[in-house]
């Protein structure tokens, strides 16, 4: 930086510096208090952080959350649930406060939890400057602050995901429902990151710095990279900032360091800094791979999800942002009276551009796009280049020789009401330096980034005055333009916002909403708060939230085929996810029979998305498993144990812990889609003894793709799962319990059997064999068992040895009989599939007393059905037969 101008004394002072620090000299702390308050004076015209007024009280909403010390402002739109905190300000209140933006309204996007830094331990946070440099380094902030040139300027951080929502209404896509305030600008303090990378000194080959935040995600830390080259390019201005608006970073923003990257998406910015790795390639990071590209509009979810290839190729990547705008005024629903029609009124809104390019200018159409008028822009970010450098939050304001632009700009335009009231929208469009022009149509991509056509206001007239519609608005709010028009059967894609365009037949109504099950009650209008939910939270009288409805799964819970604890571990809770995932159609189409009313705006809001997670400070519980909260287990090994056949071993969170399973019940596995982020959950059976501690062996067939056949979501995703990462797990659920000694909890009731009949075919063996294995382990166990194993080639046959150990020591209360479907020639076991032959002969009904024997089934849905058929046709009764 020899070139330009410093007039800065060592050591610089930070207005936020830790109180316990050694104090600084005074003649030093007066001459900068001096050199700060002369130079605002000189230099008022450039804008100062708006009032702010930082939170101090935790909202009850984040009370149950791992982020629950941290006190927020109320006004932010929750955009995924209540956690993590994905947040913008309203668009209104974003642009009201001016160039500048509050830390308190300032949007946010977080991963997962804040790290918690106490104000005492900040000047000991460390990072690192490592990989291909000649002199890693390990720094604290205090060294950063001391040995470094402090610098502050004003950057504009915008997410990726900015205006997503317009792309979720056109159709769905894998990300959240920013509306348009995604985007917001503070006066950053920091050092440039080129000076700490050319003291490390990168090696020959080093073409990448990847960073990575202390926030630990169920894929890894959060880690990005952009060009080693961009880095040490000032003109670039990539920022390791530590100040925001005068202050301390604020915990959602990373306190107490984060990256910045001007001109580029918001996801390379990455927060609570703990290592620079300069690298030959780009990052590894999931979080680089799936997040922040955009693929080519033509590649589906489901393509992406089955070709890992899509997110490798670094074409798809973003860096810089492209050029968009939006209105703010008017507002969404804003109402203007008609009877003063000469009066004019301001249209006004922000734009940028990307990569530091300037935006040259916004045009404003009020004739669908025929013609153009230039609205005025001001450039707030070059009163800050004009003014002479100087002290400006314990860092030097000297950017005049940058040529770049880091920031959004303010456009307006005045327009009479007249001209307003004879219009049907207000369209507005952004160009840049490059002469990069903001698109009509949206370009839909598989994450909905980078969305950027122009920006359309649709003008309703009413009685006596005109009505604004913004395209959206944000979350999972209803109103715009957009979805009204959808509704309506337009399509959205027709080049004219899903108008009707004359001389064409009416639009096709969008399949995608034909084939939707209807899950709702007509006439059923009801508006139920989040408290209502609450309270009916108890076992015997559940209510539960699936996409935004509510039910009442009081009378279902003795008829639910899970069970009864499928419904009450749901109670009072979104269950939208799990509900969905594991439903099928027929299942859905009940749903009407329980709907009782919907959710408030306010209960969506606190629910969408809700993921409970467990308070991580809390004691480590005995068992592993809970029925209301999603737990994570860490993959520990991966074993084969047939030519498709697996078992995940799974650490649980100590090694004294049970997993919490009773014999005979199930348990919910997520994962997330490595591509489309989808949950993907299903319900198995583990086969480690339910006493065992510390950790779970889970059995699972695999399907993978074949050259005819896709294979199964979570199989792939099982699959491709590292050693080391997360897996979701929830239960117990199932309305079947082996308590011992004969005595089942069926639904609540308790049985008494004498013997059992267990029939499965492949991996239905698992819950099977819990069962079994309990009542052989059991020497006062006089519980008969008669068990028939179906499958087709003999290496298929799972759990072969222990099966066959338990049957030879316990022969008196055992059989235990194999059928092949594809039998080798010497096999002396049974042939063909389990069907009403070798049924009749082997689970013989005739033999027992009504009540006495009970008959477990397990396997694919087709084995289930016929063995269901044959069965009764040989005088079985439903109640004594329990199908899992
Ligand atoms: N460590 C970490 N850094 C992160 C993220 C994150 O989740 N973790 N989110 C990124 C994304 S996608 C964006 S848009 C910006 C948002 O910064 P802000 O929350 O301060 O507005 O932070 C980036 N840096
Ligand atoms: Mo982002």
Same mark, same amino acid.
């Given at each position: 930086? =020899?070139?330009?101008?410093?007039?800065?004394?060592?050591?610089?002072?930070?207005?936020?510096?830790?109180?316990?620090?050694? !104090?600084?000299?005074?003649?030093?702390?007066?001459?900068?208090?001096?050199?700060?308050?002369?130079?605002?004076?000189?230099?008022?015209? &450039?804008?100062?952080?708006?009032?702010?007024?930082?939170?101090?009280?935790?909202?009850?909403?984040?009370?149950?959350?791992?982020?629950?010390?941290?006190?927020?402002?109320?006004?932010?739109?929750?955009?995924?649930?209540?956690?993590?905190?994905?947040?913008?300000?309203?668009?209104?209140?974003?642009?009201?406060?001016?160039?500048?933006?509050?830390?308190?309204?300032?949007?946010?996007?977080? $991963?997962?939890?804040?790290?918690?830094?106490?104000?005492?331990?900040?000047?000991?946070?460390?990072?690192?400057?490592?990989?291909?440099?000649?002199?890693?380094?390990?720094?604290?902030?205090?060294?950063?602050?001391?040995?470094?040139?402090?610098?502050?300027?004003?950057?504009?951080?915008?997410? #990726?995901?900015?205006?997503?929502?317009?792309?979720?209404?056109?159709?769905?896509?894998?990300?959240?429902?920013?509306?348009?305030?995604?985007?917001?600008?503070?006066?950053?303090?920091?050092?440039?990151?080129?000076?700490?990378?050319?003291?490390?000194?990168?090696?020959?080959?080093?073409?990448?710095?990847?960073?990575?935040?202390?926030?630990?995600?169920?894929?890894?830390?959060?880690?990005?990279?952009?060009?080693?080259?961009?880095?040490?390019? @000032?003109?670039?201005?990539?920022?390791?900032?530590?100040?925001?608006?005068? @202050?301390?970073?604020?915990?959602?923003?990373?306190?107490?360091?984060?990256?910045?990257?001007?001109?580029?998406?918001?996801?390379?910015?990455?927060?609570?800094?703990?290592?620079?790795?300069?690298?030959? @390639?780009?990052?590894?990071?999931?979080? $680089?791979?799936?997040? %922040?590209?955009?693929?080519?509009?033509?590649?589906?979810?489901?393509?992406?999800?089955?070709?890992?290839?899509?997110?490798?190729?670094?074409?798809?990547?973003?860096?810089?942002?492209?050029?968009?705008?939006?209105?703010?005024?008017?507002? $969404?629903?804003?109402?203007?009276?008609?009877?003063?029609?000469?009066? %004019?009124?301001?249209?006004?809104?922000?734009?940028?551009?990307?990569?530091?390019?300037?935006?040259?200018?916004?045009?404003?159409?009020?004739?669908?796009?025929?013609?153009?008028?230039?609205?005025?822009? /001001?450039?707030?970010?070059?009163?800050?280049?004009?003014?002479?450098?100087?002290?400006?939050?314990?860092?030097?304001?000297?950017?005049?020789?940058?040529?770049?632009? &880091?920031?959004?700009?303010?456009?307006?335009?005045?327009?009479?009401?007249?001209?307003?009231?004879?219009?049907?929208?207000?369209?507005?469009? #952004?160009?840049?330096? =490059?002469?990069?022009?903001?698109?009509?149509?949206?370009?839909?991509?598989?994450?909905?980034?980078?969305?950027?056509?122009?920006?359309?206001?649709?003008?309703?007239?009413?009685?006596?005055?005109?009505?604004?519609?913004?395209?959206?608005?944000?979350?999972?709010?209803?109103?715009?333009?957009?979805?009204?028009? +959808?509704?309506?059967?337009?399509?959205?894609?027709?080049?004219?916002?899903?108008?009707?365009?004359?001389?064409?037949?009416?639009?096709?109504?969008?399949?995608?909403?034909?084939?939707?099950?209807?899950?709702?009650?007509?006439?059923?209008?009801?508006?139920?708060?989040?408290?209502?939910?609450?309270?009916?939270?108890?076992?015997?009288?559940?209510?539960?939230?699936? %996409?935004?409805?509510?039910?009442?799964?009081?009378?279902?819970?003795? @008829?639910?085929?899970?069970?009864?604890?499928?419904?009450?571990?749901?109670?009072?809770?979104?269950?939208?996810?799990?509900?969905?995932?594991?439903?099928?159609?027929?299942?859905?189409?009940?749903?009407?029979?329980?709907?009782?009313?919907?959710?408030?705006?306010?209960? *969506?809001?606190?629910? #969408?998305?809700?993921?409970?997670?467990?308070?991580?400070?809390?004691?480590?519980?005995?068992?592993?498993?809970?029925?209301?909260?999603?737990? +994570?287990?860490?993959?520990?090994?991966?074993?084969?144990?047939?030519?498709?056949?697996?078992?995940?071993?799974?650490?649980?969170?100590?090694?004294?812990?049970?997993?919490?399973?009773?014999?005979?019940?199930?348990?919910?596995?997520?994962?997330?889609?490595?591509?489309?982020?989808?949950?993907?959950? *299903?319900?198995?059976?583990?086969?480690?003894?339910?006493?065992?501690?510390?950790?779970?062996?889970?059995?699972?067939?695999?399907?993978?793709?074949?050259?005819?056949?896709?294979?199964?979501?979570?199989?792939?995703?099982?699959?491709?799962?590292?050693?080391?990462?997360?897996?979701?797990?929830?239960?117990?659920?199932?309305?079947?319990?082996?308590?011992?000694?004969?005595?089942?909890?069926?639904?609540?009731?308790?049985? $008494?059997?004498?013997?059992?009949?267990?029939?499965?075919?492949?991996?239905?063996?698992?819950?099977?064999?819990?069962? &079994?294995?309990?009542?052989?382990?059991?020497?006062? /166990?006089?519980?008969?068992?008669?068990?028939?194993?179906?499958?087709?080639?003999?290496?298929?046959?799972?759990?072969?040895?222990?099966?066959?150990?338990?049957? +030879?020591? %316990?022969?008196?209360?055992?059989?235990?009989?194999?059928?092949?479907?594809?039998?080798?020639?010497?096999?002396?076991?049974?042939?063909?599939?389990?069907?009403?032959?070798?049924?009749?002969?082997?689970?013989?009904?005739?033999?027992?007393?009504?009540?006495?024997?009970?008959?477990?089934?397990?396997? !694919?849905?087709?084995?289930?059905?016929?063995?269901?058929?044959?069965?009764?046709?040989?005088?079985?009764?439903?109640?004594?037969?329990?199908? &899992?």
């Amino acid at each position: 930086m =020899s070139s330009i101008p410093i007039n800065l004394q060592t050591p610089r002072e930070l207005p936020w510096r830790p109180a316990h620090l050694p !104090p600084t000299p005074p003649d030093s702390d007066s001459e900068k208090a001096e050199s700060d308050s002369s130079s605002q004076q000189a230099n008022s015209d &450039f804008p100062l952080a708006p009032p702010t007024l930082e939170p101090t009280q935790v909202l009850e909403l984040d009370k149950k959350t791992p982020d629950s010390w941290l006190p927020r402002d109320p006004r932010l739109i929750r955009l995924t649930g209540v956690h993590p905190f994905n947040v913008e300000a309203p668009l209104s209140d974003l642009f009201n406060e001016g160039f500048l933006t509050s830390p308190e309204l300032f949007y946010v996007r977080n $991963h997962g939890h804040v790290p918690q830094v106490r104000d005492e331990e900040i000047p000991d946070w460390e990072f690192t400057v490592e990989g291909l440099v000649d002199r890693p380094m390990t720094l604290t902030l205090r060294q950063l602050m001391e040995e470094y040139e402090q610098q502050t300027y004003p950057i504009t951080l915008v997410c #990726a995901g900015n205006r997503r929502k317009e792309q979720n209404v056109v159709r769905k896509t894998k990300g959240f429902s920013w509306g348009a305030a995604g985007v917001s600008t503070a006066l950053f303090t920091g050092v440039l990151m080129a000076d700490v990378i050319r003291r490390a000194k990168p090696k020959r080959g080093a073409r990448y710095v990847c960073m990575e935040g202390a926030d630990k995600l169920p894929n890894g830390y959060y880690g990005t990279s952009v060009k080693l080259n961009w880095v040490m390019d @000032e003109n670039r201005g990539m920022m390791l900032a530590h100040g925001m608006n005068g @202050e301390m970073l604020r915990p959602d923003h990373g306190k107490p360091l984060r990256a910045v990257i001007p001109g580029q998406i918001g996801g390379r910015s990455v927060k609570w800094l703990k290592k620079l790795i300069v690298t030959a @390639e780009p990052s590894d990071n999931w979080y $680089h791979i799936y997040d %922040n590209r955009v693929l080519p509009t033509m590649v589906s979810p489901e393509e992406s999800a089955n070709k890992p290839e899509w997110w490798t190729d670094e074409r798809y990547a973003i860096y810089d942002l492209s050029t968009n705008s939006a209105i703010a005024y008017p507002a $969404h629903d804003e109402r203007l009276s008609m009877t003063e029609s000469s009066e %004019n009124y301001r249209v006004k809104g922000y734009a940028y551009g990307g990569g530091g390019r300037r935006v040259t200018r916004v045009e404003i159409s009020l004739d669908q796009g025929k013609t153009w008028r230039l609205a005025n822009i /001001d450039y707030a970010e070059d009163r800050y280049r004009d003014a002479s450098p100087q002290h400006l939050y314990g860092g030097s304001l000297d950017f005049g020789w940058r040529e770049a632009s &880091f920031c959004w700009c303010f456009w307006e335009l005045d327009m009479s009401v007249a001209e307003l009231a004879g219009a049907k929208d207000i369209l507005c469009r #952004a160009m840049d330096e =490059s002469m990069n022009l903001q698109p009509r149509d949206l370009y839909w991509s598989v994450l909905g980034m980078m969305n950027n056509p122009w920006y359309r206001i649709a003008i309703c007239k009413e009685d006596g005055h005109l009505r604004f519609e913004h395209p959206t608005q944000p979350a999972l709010m209803p109103g715009g333009w957009m979805e009204r028009v +959808k509704k309506s059967g337009g399509d959205l894609t027709n080049g004219f916002w899903g108008e009707q365009i004359e001389g064409q037949s009416s639009p096709k109504v969008i399949e995608e909403e034909k084939a939707e099950i209807k899950m709702t009650k007509d006439g059923v209008n009801e508006k139920i708060t989040i408290d209502d939910l609450r309270k009916h939270d108890k076992e015997d009288a559940p209510w539960f939230v699936v %996409n935004g409805e509510v039910y009442d799964g009081t009378a279902f819970l003795k @008829e639910h085929p899970g069970g009864a604890t499928s419904i009450t571990s749901a109670a009072g809770l979104d269950c939208s996810d799990e509900f969905m995932a594991i439903h099928s159609e027929t299942a859905k189409s009940m749903m009407p029979d329980y709907h009782i009313g919907s959710l408030d705006e306010e209960g *969506r809001a606190a629910l #969408a998305g809700e993921d409970i997670t467990l308070d991580e400070n809390a004691p480590p519980s005995p068992s592993f498993l809970s029925s209301r909260a999603w737990k +994570k287990a860490i993959l520990r090994t991966k074993k084969s144990v047939s030519w498709d056949t697996h078992i995940f071993t799974f650490k649980l969170e100590h090694d004294d812990q049970i997993l919490g399973l009773p014999t005979g019940q199930h348990l919910m596995i997520r994962l997330r889609d490595p591509a489309t982020r989808e949950a993907i959950i *299903r319900s198995y059976t583990p086969i480690s003894e339910i006493s065992k501690r510390g950790y779970m062996d889970v059995l699972v067939k695999l399907y993978l793709d074949t050259n005819d056949r896709p294979g199964g979501k979570m199989s792939k995703a099982l699959d491709s799962l590292p050693i080391g990462h997360y897996v979701d797990f929830k239960g117990p659920i199932g309305k079947f319990q082996y308590l011992g000694k004969g005595r089942c909890d069926v639904n609540g009731d308790e049985r $008494h059997v004498k013997t059992f009949y267990m029939i499965c075919g492949g991996s239905g063996i698992t819950p099977i064999y819990q069962v &079994f294995r309990a009542v052989v382990q059991d020497r006062d /166990d006089k519980t008969k068992c008669v068990v028939l194993d179906g499958n087709r080639l003999l290496e298929d046959i799972l759990c072969k040895a222990e099966l066959d150990g338990f049957a +030879k020591d %316990n022969a008196e209360k055992c059989r235990l009989l194999y059928t092949l479907t594809q039998a080798p020639e010497e096999w002396t076991g049974l042939r063909g599939r389990i069907a009403a032959p070798l049924l009749s002969e082997h689970v013989g009904r005739k033999l027992h007393a009504d009540g006495e024997a009970m008959v477990l089934v397990c396997g !694919p849905e087709a084995l289930e059905k016929s063995v269901h058929q044959a069965l009764l046709g040989n005088g079985w009764k439903d109640d004594e037969l329990l199908f &899992f």
